[in-house]
């Protein structure tokens, strides 16, 4: 069985920083295309940032000032998403997406949350 879990979600205040990570397992995460999304209520989920295995980062549309930077840690099969200089704009449950050859595996999100 093929999962991914995603955790670090929570409260932060504007301005401030957050790393997510999305937990690989079944599969080599390094091998295979590890994207993150988000969506906000009554919105489409929406791409921010992708890391293939050629440890390309892909900035998507709307992301590409450099706020969002991902990394990996082989060893952990992890992919961590680093949040910098949050906004009011940027909360939402954040989901990682797993492209296994063609084969697309969601995490169940986490959330983030922006409030002084």
């Known amino acids: 069985q093929m999962h991914v879990v995603e955790s670090g979600g929570g409260l932060v205040q504007p301005g401030g920083s957050l790393r997510l990570s999305c937990a690989a397992s079944?599969?080599?995460?390094?091998?295979?295309?590890i994207q993150w999304f988000r969506q906000v209520p009554g919105s489409e989920r929406v791409p921010v940032v992708g890391l293939d295995s050629m440890n390309s980062i892909l900035h998507y549309k709307g992301f590409t000032g450099g706020r969002f930077t991902l990394s990996r840690d082989s060893a952990k099969n992890t992919v961590y998403l680093q949040m910098n200089n949050l906004t009011p704009e940027d909360p939402a449950v954040y989901y990682c997406?797993?492209?296994?050859?063609?084969?697309?595996?969601w995490g169940k999100g986490t959330r983030v949350t922006v409030s002084s």
């Open positions: 079944g599969f080599t995460a390094s091998d295979n295309l």
């Open positions: 997406r797993a492209n296994i050859r063609g084969t697309i595996i």
